[in-house]
């Protein structure tokens, strides 16, 4: 059975004059309608690159991009990768939408609330702009801003960061797309603000049945929300399961890092925060093995070298859980529990 | 928003007190004596006197001052009587070389730099801003390197060079203008063609440089709004590349454009003495340069002077309170 979005060898690079940066590289991926699918990795691991090709909101003039995104339609699938520009442009808002992290720079700063929300709107139904409004006002409604009605009339500027995000939400969802990416929405936001607007994106899947992309640095925030998680390192997919097979059975040296620098509170043992040495590499000149090897620990008890020399490919190391590693899960376990 | 005006409009009545008083100091402190300028061949000390009395220059500067904004306001009678002159409100005071009102000099000259100023402005800014988004569109390509050429040339070439050149190489070689007609005065509403004939070229040859600066100007904003967040939103919503252009886009990047062009425009409303020389055009700049290389007519002076100030106080004033229209965040803080 096909999900709503494969993401299949997507391919992103950007020629710039130091030389070609390959910011996606072989990712795959796929969401469900109701499921929501988690991207972690640090900043600059090619998360938002890879989704803003989904949406094709790169430059065509300045991005080389191949492989394929399929979203299956109810009419059909769609190639976003190979369709043309205004075929996509169709899809967006309509079947795909997107939030982005900021959401004071992502709203226009000349106009109200409640006409942008109604001009998202005004582009798949026909109605007058009093009909635009009020459908804004519903979705500020429904997104949790209080006093709705007179709030649509407010600019960007008078919204705190939490509603800002609310009210990007609402714009997102006014043509009821199968398809919301959400690329760091709260990492601008406080603490308290940030489960909120987690919880909501939740509830708001239920009701509409959505595929959500949610992209995060923090592994943190995916636990309570996520299906599935795809964790990327330097381009590439690393390590790729369920919200279980991340948490408890990780099987990426770097996944195993990045869940050290999470607070977590496991039963009786208090655990070291510990944050992975050194820098992500360059996405420009990758290391001609293992992107990670730089920086991992174990890369010595690999034999002959082959973490510096061959790229790991990405293999499934059972039920679906996948990971590119050229160590053998069982001894990563071992080698685990021998620091311990 | 209201109180944002009644403040705004306060301060330009303050500023414009200030200025004026300034300009009068100013004048005062130079040191050619008017008195003496206008006395005939056979001057004596008594004549000067008359004459400085004449002038109303026998009195203190700020006492000057007062009687000219009295003057402003309620008109004004000049000389004593038998030789009494009165000039109606507002009056801006008595030219003794040309033996006549400043105000109704002024009324003389003005049509020709508003019609210059005003052509001028027109083609730059229509010039300006759509070689700027074009050249921010095409950027790189042949339009956008032909644009820059054209912004090159515009903004080091100076005025009073492409005015001789435009005269020399166009108006004179193709008898586009008869050359003893050249800045004759022509009403724009019941003779435009003829309006057209004095004023083109001028227009065209003040406007260059400004829409050069303007098209450099609109290209960058265009660009640089072109990668903001709130675009990127605009395209993600699904609207069209043309929409984004239309209304997200310029939206942003004209609006820094509005002050510039306001403050420019008003700057030209004071005369434009180059192009003004150039085209024979009687207008404010030529009509204070006169006044200032030849006559010494100090009334003329003080009156060209206060009256380019003011329009760029008063300019700020509009150009603030359309801002505030624009750009909801100014309005609402
Ligand atoms: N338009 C572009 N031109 C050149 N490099 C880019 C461009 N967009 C992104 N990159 C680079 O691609 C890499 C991945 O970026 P991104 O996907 O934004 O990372 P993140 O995982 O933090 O979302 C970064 O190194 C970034 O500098
Ligand atoms: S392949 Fe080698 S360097 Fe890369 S993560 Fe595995 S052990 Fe570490
Ligand atoms: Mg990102």
Redesign the pocket.
């Given at each position: 059975m096909s999900k709503f979005l494969e993401v299949t060898n997507l391919n992103v690079s950007?020629p710039?004059e130091d030389g070609e940066?390959r910011?996606?590289n072989e990712v795959s991926y796929s969401v469900g309608l109701g499921e929501t699918l988690a991207i972690v990795?640090?900043?600059?691991?090619?998360?938002?690159?890879?989704n803003l090709a989904v949406m094709g909101l790169?430059?065509p003039v300045?991005?080389k991009i191949t492989g394929s995104a399929v979203l299956n339609l109810a009419d059909g699938p769609v190639d976003v990768i190979s369709a043309s520009a205004d075929t996509v442009r169709r899809l967006r808002g309509k079947s795909m939408s997107m939030i982005f992290q900021d959401p004071m720079s992502a709203l226009h700063p000349f106009f109200t609330i409640g006409d942008q929300i109604a001009e998202a709107w005004h582009l798949y139904n026909k109605g007058s702009k009093k009909d635009g409004i009020k459908k804004a006002t519903e979705m500020l409604d429904l997104v949790g801003i209080p006093d709705a009605a007179s709030r649509a009339h407010d600019y960007p500027h008078q919204f705190s960061g939490g509603m800002r995000q609310r009210a990007m939400i609402a714009m997102a969802l006014v043509n009821n797309p199968s398809l919301l990416i959400a690329?760091e929405p709260t990492t601008a936001l406080d603490v308290t603000v940030q489960s909120q607007i987690l919880q909501l994106l939740k509830d708001l899947q239920k009701e509409f049945n959505m595929a959500i992309i949610l992209?995060t640095?923090d592994l943190g925030v995916v636990a309570e929300v996520a299906d599935r998680i795809c964790v990327?390192y330097g381009?590439r997919i690393v390590e790729d399961g369920t919200v279980d097979d991340i948490f408890y059975r990780p099987e990426h040296p770097y996944t195993l890092g990045l869940l050290n620098s999470v607070p977590r509170i496991t039963a009786g043992e208090s655990h070291r925060l510990r944050a992975i040495p050194g820098q992500p590499p360059s996405?420009i000149s990758l290391p001609s093995g293992c992107a990670f090897q730089p920086r991992c620990e174990y890369s010595t008890k690999v034999s002959s070298g082959a973490c510096a020399s061959t790229v790991p490919s990405l293999s499934d190391k059972g039920s679906g859980h996948l990971s590119r590693c050229h160590l053998d899960a069982a001894d990563l376990n071992n080698l685990v529990k021998d620091k311990a | 928003m209201l109180t944002f005006v009644a403040r705004r409009l306060a301060y330009t009545i303050i500023l414009l007190a200030i200025v004026s008083l300034t300009i009068f100091f100013i004048f005062d402190l130079i040191p050619v004596d008017p008195a003496r300028l206008v006395c005939s061949k056979q001057c004596t000390p008594s004549l000067v006197e008359a004459n400085r009395h004449r002038l109303g220059l026998d009195v203190s500067v700020l006492e000057q001052w007062w009687r000219f904004i009295v003057g402003l306001f309620a008109g004004r009678t000049f000389g004593e009587e038998g030789i009494a002159i009165t000039c109606a409100a507002p009056a801006l005071g008595y030219s003794f070389s040309r033996h006549e009102c400043v105000t109704t000099i002024v009324a003389e000259a003005f049509p020709f730099t508003l019609s210059l100023a005003l052509g001028a402005f027109v083609l730059w800014l229509s010039v300006g801003i759509s070689l700027g988004v074009l050249s921010a569109r095409k950027k790189g390509k042949f339009a956008d390197r032909a644009a820059s050429v054209f912004v090159l040339v515009g903004t080091s070439l100076p005025t009073f060079i492409t005015g001789i050149l435009v005269v020399l190489f166009i108006v004179l070689q193709f008898n586009l203008v008869n050359p003893l007609e050249l800045g004759n005065w022509h009403n724009p509403f019941t003779e435009p063609l003829g309006w057209l004939q004095t004023f083109f070229f001028p227009c065209a040859t003040l406007a260059l440089a400004y829409a050069a600066t303007y098209t450099r100007f609109t290209r960058s904003n265009v660009i640089e709004t072109s990668s903001e967040d709130f675009i990127r939103t605009a395209r993600a919503k699904g609207l069209t590349e043309k929409v984004i252009l239309r209304k997200h886009t310029l939206r942003a990047a004209l609006a820094p454009i509005v002050t510039i062009a306001g403050l420019d425009f008003a700057g030209l409303l004071g005369g434009a003495i180059i192009t003004e020389g150039i085209f024979g055009l009687n207008g404010l700049g030529r009509l204070s340069i006169k006044a200032v290389t030849q006559t010494y007519d100090l009334p003329i002076i003080v009156a060209t002077t206060l009256i380019a100030s003011a329009f760029v106080l008063i300019m700020n004033l509009i150009v603030d309170i359309a801002y505030a229209f624009i750009d909801p965040r100014v309005r609402t803080s």
């Open positions: 950007f710039t940066v910011a996606s990795g640090e900043s600059g691991s090619g998360k938002s690159v890879s790169h430059n300045r991005t690329d992209i640095h990327m381009g996405l | -």
